[in-house]
């Protein structure tokens, strides 16, 4: 086994960037439309382009942090900090509740839920940097419990991560009310949990006790519950109501586009028909311009870069990087399958994104960010005969420089 340094994994990063490219065709496309969409129904004065040079910056930032996260920064960079940067995070969070309560301009609300910070020309939503923050930190922890052999120890292991995790959720989903970013966080839990080397037994208990919590969540509230009644009556094929409207017009754009698609610029139901065309719809916008086929090539995209991410994961020698690599697939997996069930009614609507797709800064520029660890993590695999390898770098078979054996509790 070797662990000289190598060539990156090409792959994730050209479909990493060109999902980022189809996604800009896309608001390009479909801006003016929204534009003129909320100008002549809120009384809004929004350039025709506004949106895709919104989007072209978001683009270029999260470029930016790609290549700073592949060139500049090193995981064990990350790792040192790894818990200032969970501090930071679910400080962050907590910020923005008692701003929207105390009813500061500097919360961004909408819809009644107060999830970005408004910082003037630009919006930050925490929930982002949160996930990134998250998988960083149980990475660290999961693997120093690993090796101090406390992994299921009640005291030293699940307090201390259900105190994290569940401050977590609990902001994100509850004062937030951000339930699609709920379903990432608890995709990125259970992913590195299992990847972890816990038991068996108590994983699938902290399943059943955390789909419990989500079963009580969606029962007790009245707007969850409307959306869960839609979906019924989606499926049921019952007569159509405001509560419907969203998922049988995200399936008629699909439907439209058949197997070709009607092309670009040449949308319906983005000028007014389909909500959120360009941030959580954006997968039915494409099924209407590109077709059947279009979609399958986005999934199959899509599909390559998890499956190198897994490549990864597979190949790295060390614990704490491995997790984290899982930690960003498994982020990545929940956005992408989520989306696509709820735009295709095989599940419930849930209010995320399509990674790298959908309109949108932060969300893009700390998903780059992340996926660009783990390209420069590719470049420290194990394996025989490495190809490329590059012989100026002739480091240790063990350890890797981006890897740090720091040990605290």
Known sequence: MKTRKHKADLVIMFATIALMALGLIVIYAIGPMRANVLNSTYGTNYDSNYFFLRQLLSVGLALVAFFVAYFLVPYRFLQKYAKPLIIVAIALSVLLWILAK???????????????????????????????ALIIYLADFLSRKKEEGTIGSWREFWLPLLIVCGASLG????????????????????????????????????????????????????????????????????????????????????????????????????????????????FAIMGETFGFIGLVLVIMVFGAILLRMLKVADGTAEPDNRLFVIGVFSWMLAQVVV???????????????????????????????????????????????IKHEDTSSRRGVRRTHYSSRRRST
């Open 102 to 132: 105390m009813g500061s301009s500097l919360a961004k609300c909408e819809l009644g839920e107060c999830r970005w910070f408004n910082l003037g020309f630009v919006s930050f939503q925490p929930a982002e940097f949160l996930k990134i």
């Open 171 to 282: 902001l994100v989903v509850v004062a937030q009310g951000d339930l699609g970013s709920g379903v990432a966080l608890i995709a990125i839990i259970f992913g590195m949990l299992l990847a972890s080397g816990i038991s068996m037994k108590q994983y699938l208990i902290m399943v059943v006790a955390v789909l419990a919590v989500a079963v009580l969540a969606v029962a007790t509230s009245a707007h969850r519950m409307e959306r869960v009644d839609a979906w019924i009556a989606t499926l049921h094929g019952t007569e159509s109501s405001d509560s419907t409207y969203h998922i049988e017009n995200a399936m008629m754009a699909i439907g439209v586009g058949g197997m070709f698609g009607v092309g670009i610029g040449n949308s319906v139901q983005a000028t007014g028909y389909l909500p959120e065309s360009i941030n959580d719809s954006v």
């Open 339 to 385: 989306n696509i069930m709820a735009m295709t009614s095989l599940i419930p609507v849930t209010g995320i994104t399509l990674p790298l797709l959908s309109y949108g800064g932060t969300s893009m520029i700390f998903m780059a960010f992340a996926i660009g660890e783990v390209l420069q993590l590719s470049c420290y695999t194990s394996r025989e005969g």
